[in-house]
């Protein structure tokens, strides 16, 4: 069983950066889908981007192109999502979630991680 | 990307039979027999319900299942229960490792 554990909540400025962390247990690291997902307050999902740690390369949402960086630490086993030039509006809970090899839905969630912006 | 469409709430008595519909375009579900319904109870995780269109994930009540017909995907929930209570959510591959979750549906057990 794969379980994945977040870094806690983060207060920002405006035109700051945050960094989320991601440590998972169990299962193969290398091999699963680790996604990043968040939801604003009283609002609904909103999938950002994916990746593959054994192939490296991430795949972002169209809205979050050139704002946000995902990365993975396979010797940790700890994926990691960078979002920069914040703003009030992104203002959410963020989760990370992974997906069996070779599945395309979200198996195990991590228990998200607030982010505040607020000057 | 456009969120996928669904129902802001629907509702039901205990025991009854409610259905949720998830409208998309011919682009995403459409397309992949890859439609997954999450469950997210008040200052919780999503928890998956519902993969590839109509597979529950092992140990998941049989009172949840779903399906497909053309751009729409659905999930019904049968025997409705208080615990049933909850944000529900679908999402749909859309290629290219691209995926959109819908808009999400509140289900209230009246």
């Known amino acids: 069983q794969v379980q994945l554990v977040q870094s806690g909540a983060e207060v920002r400025k405006p035109g700051s950066s945050v960094k989320v962390s991601c440590k998972t247990t169990g299962g193969t690291f290398n091999t699963y889908t680790i996604t990043w997902v968040r939801q604003a307050p009283g609002r609904g999902l909103e999938w950002m981007g994916g990746?593959?740690?054994?192939?490296?390369?991430?795949t972002y949402a169209q809205k979050f192109r050139g704002r946000v960086t995902m990365t993975t630490v396979a010797s940790t086993t700890t994926a990691y999502m960078d979002l920069n030039s914040l703003k009030s509006e992104d203002t959410a809970v963020y989760y990370c979630a992974a997906g069996v090899p070779g599945t395309e839905y979200f198996s195990f969630w991590g228990q998200g991680t607030l982010v505040t912006v607020s000057s | 990307q456009s969120a996928l469409t669904q129902p802001a709430s629907v509702s039901g008595s205990p025991g009854q039979s409610i259905t949720i519909s998830c409208t998309g375009t011919s682009s995403d579900v459409g397309s992949y027999h890859l439609v997954s319904w999450y469950q997210q109870h008040p200052g919780s995780a999503p928890k998956l319900i519902i993969y590839?269109?109509?597979k529950r994930p092992s140990g998941l009540s049989r009172r949840f299942s779903g399906s497909k017909s053309g751009n729409v995907a659905s999930l019904t929930i049968s025997g409705l229960q208080t615990e049933d209570e909850a944000d529900y959510y679908c999402c749909s591959y859309r290629g290219s490792n691209i995926y959109v979750f819908g808009s999400g549906t509140k289900v209230t057990v009246l």
């Open positions: 990746v593959i740690p054994h192939f490296g390369r991430p």
């Open positions: 590839e269109v109509t």
